[in-house]
């Protein structure tokens, strides 16, 4: 029930393309959909995230598709550079006092020149 | 944002040790998060931890393995007790900022020989 399941585990893609990763989730409780990247050596950052009143939102070359009856959201990073090589995590939480935040498994992306 | 530091950075251990993890915030929080994250895996939440008040375990953690301490509003520690091979991650500090953000600090990364 608490589980948000991510694929691909690992993804490359050439310079230039599109990289799509892809969430669902149980819990019809949760409320907030975040994605953090994560670098080598670092605590995930926040990158974007999502509310289920919208279907998407999109911040520069970054947008989340939000697809609340299928219980699914995705990621997709526009025009893919070798800057953006990081694990990617989706998560999802329920506002009640404080955020629990349940993480899925992660996405190793690697861009390629 | 949120400025979050970690001490150490980074460590290796031998097995029976214990190693204490510092969190220190830039401001004042009232919840801290901590979590692990073993070697390519996704994060899992240790405990909750409330200024003022023993922290909160989810499944799997407990105190003897992981107590915790939180004197303040700005500052927390985390001790992995008694280590074994097993205990080798990367152990990260978190804080929530407004209603939903999640920030992270750098980690700790753990090795347990």
């Known amino acids: 029930q608490q589980q948000v399941k991510q694929s691909p585990q690992s993804l490359i893609v050439q310079k230039g393309g599109i990289s799509i990763i892809n969430c669902a989730y149980e819990n019809t409780a949760f409320d907030y959909f975040p994605w953090y990247q994560q670098f080598p050596g670092k605590g995930p950052a926040l990158l974007i995230a999502?509310?289920?009143?919208?279907s998407e939102k999109k911040e520069g070359r970054f947008t989340i598709s939000f697809n609340k009856s299928a219980k699914q959201f995705s990621l997709h990073i526009m025009d893919s550079q070798p800057g953006d090589s990081a694990t990617y995590f989706c998560a999802a939480s329920s506002f009640g006092g404080y955020q629990k935040v349940t993480f899925g498994t992660g996405t190793k992306l690697q861009v390629i020149p | 944002s949120a400025v979050i530091s970690q001490k150490p950075s980074r460590d290796i251990c031998q097995r029976g040790t214990s190693l204490t993890i510092q969190c220190q915030v830039d401001?004042?929080?009232?919840?801290m998060f901590w979590y692990r994250q073993q070697p390519g895996q996704s994060l899992t939440l240790i405990a909750t931890?409330?200024?003022?008040?023993?922290?909160?375990?989810e499944s799997g953690f407990v105190i003897d393995k992981f107590p915790i301490s939180r004197p303040n509003l700005t500052f927390s520690t985390l001790t992995v007790s008694n280590m074994s091979p097993e205990d080798s991650s990367i152990y990260l500090c978190s804080i929530n900022r407004g209603t939903d953000t999640q920030y992270f600090g750098p980690g700790t990364r753990l090795t347990v020989l």
């Open positions: 401001s004042q929080v009232t919840m």
């Open positions: 931890a409330n200024q003022g008040s023993e922290a909160t375990y």
């Open positions: 999502i509310r289920p009143d919208v």
